[in-house]
């Protein structure tokens, strides 16, 4: 990546994940939760001009954050993830929730291994040891429960509110938000390009046809994209430009 470019980075895992705590009791895996650690977090650090990266929950959540103290937010990378808006119940999310719900002892690494096809065995060990036995697991299992399917789910409210405040502020120029995706993603793929045009002043948006859902395994290139992205102002081979009449 530039040379010239020093930041620092903040890179949590929500708790029951990573080299977090994992919580014993089911009922601290709520959505209010998570989001207020995070924001305690971002005050705690007395963090600005953040460059927002999310993936999955990390963007179930995160995409909930600017409008609490947009002054803080510069830039957004959005890998593959929604607003969790309770708009319905898709067949193939249903599925998810019943498939984990099914298997409380699940294995990290398995599952990681089926999703991510190119990950080593070194690799899918070290997404297996922060989980010793099922009583780690509470996060793994629960999360699932979490997604916002129905409108009167925790999380609901602050994510249409924060979709309307994607749609209508000015805080965020075009040039300001990246959107890399996995289109094939049977879940999430199909949201991307709608979730890329809510933005007021569009984004910039490119496929990375070789990733699987967790996108963030393909870090190095989407991390260039979305350098090259904000230094030329979207002007780089394989990004497109979305704009809020493209939905």
Not at 64 to 78: A, E, K, V, Y
Request: with cysteine; charged share 25%.
């Amino acid at each position: 990546l530039k040379q010239n470019l020093s930041r620092r980075v903040v890179a949590p895992d929500f708790f029951g994940f990573g080299r977090s705590d994992k919580p014993r009791q089911d009922s601290t895996y709520n959505f209010d939760f998570h989001r207020n650690v995070v924001l305690h977090l971002i005050e705690s650090l007395q963090l600005t001009n953040i460059t927002l990266v999310v993936q999955d929950w990390g963007g179930l959540v995160g995409l909930t954050l600017p409008i609490t103290d947009p002054s803080r937010f510069g830039r957004l990378i959005i890998m593959n993830t929604t607003i969790g808006a309770g708009a319905g119940k898709s067949q193939k999310v249903l599925d998810w929730i019943v498939y984990i719900s099914s298997i409380p002892d699940l294995d990290v690494a398995d599952l990681m291994g089926k999703l991510g096809h190119h990950l080593s065995e070194d690799e899918k060990r070290a997404y297996r040891a922060p989980f010793p036995d099922d009583t780690y697991k509470g996060g793994v299992r629960h999360f699932p429960q979490m997604i916002m399917i129905e409108e009167d789910m925790p999380g609901v409210e602050v994510s249409r509110d924060s979709r309307s405040f994607f749609e209508t502020t000015d805080t965020f120029g075009k040039e300001a938000i990246f959107v890399a995706c996995r289109v094939q993603d049977p879940i999430l793929g199909p949201h991307m390009k709608s979730l890329a045009c809510m933005f007021k002043h569009g984004c910039y948006y490119a496929e990375i046809e070789e990733a699987s859902h967790f996108v963030q395994e393909w870090g190095d290139q989407v991390a260039k994209l979305a350098i090259d992205v904000f230094e030329m102002h979207g002007n780089v081979a394989g990004v497109q430009e979305m704009k809020p009449k493209d939905m």
